[in-house]
C-alpha cells in the first residue's frame, strides 16, 4: 500500500502533466525514491491511481533502465558499457570493480552495500570510462581509482 507521503508527492505532478498516465515514471520514481525499489504492490497501488492497468505499468518500469523492479544494495553502481566506454577501458573497469566488490553485473554485494548494474550510455562519452553510483557521476576512471570512489560510500 502506498504510503500517504507517497500519494501526496505523485498526486502533485499531476499539474505538471496533461494526463495522470503521463505521470508514471515521475510517480514509480516517487516509490522508488521511498522504498529503494518498485514492487509489484506499489506497481498495482500505482495503477489504480492513474487509471492504467499493472501490465501497461510494468512495461513503462521496464523499458525504463533506472526503475528497479527488484530489490538493490543501499547504493546502485551503474557502469556504462557504451561503445566510448568500452574503448576507453570499460573491460578493465568492470572486472576491477566487479572483484572488488565480490558481485557481478547484476547481484547484489553479500553486505546489500552495493547494486552493480550495466547500462547503456551515462552520456559522459568524452571523459570514457564512466560510472554512475545513486547520483553522483564519476568519469575518466581506471581501476586505480575506483578504491577512492566506492570509499564514498556507506
Not at 4 to 23: C, D, G, H, L, T
Not at 29 to 50: M, N, T
Not at 109 to 132: E, K, N, S, W, Y
Request: charge should be negative; aromatic fraction near 6%.
Amino acid at each position: 500500500m502506498l504510503t500517504s507521503e507517497e500519494r501526496r508527492e505523485i498526486e502533485a505532478e499531476f499539474a505538471r502533466y496533461p494526463n495522470k498516465q503521463a505521470v508514471s515514471i515521475d510517480a514509480m520514481k516517487v516509490i522508488q525514491r521511498h522504498r529503494g525499489w518498485v514492487s509489484d504492490e506499489s506497481l498495482h497501488d500505482l495503477a489504480e491511481i492513474l487509471d492504467m492497468t499493472t501490465d501497461e505499468l510494468d512495461g513503462v518500469a521496464t523499458f525504463y533502465n533506472l526503475i528497479f523492479r527488484k530489490p538493490v544494495g543501499r547504493h546502485v553502481a551503474l557502469i556504462c558499457d557504451s561503445v566510448s566506454c568500452w574503448i576507453m577501458g570499460y573491460e578493465k573497469l568492470c572486472h576491477a570493480l566487479t572483484s572488488r566488490l565480490g558481485a557481478n553485473l547484476g547481484e547484489t554485494t553479500a553486505d546489500g552495500r552495493f547494486t552493480v548494474l550495466p547500462i547503456v550510455c551515462l552520456g559522459a562519452c568524452d571523459h570514457a570510462p564512466a560510472m554512475m553510483v545513486d547520483n553522483d557521476l564519476h568519469r575518466d576512471l581506471d581501476p586505480d581509482k575506483l578504491d577512492e570512489v566506492i570509499s564514498k560510500y556507506k
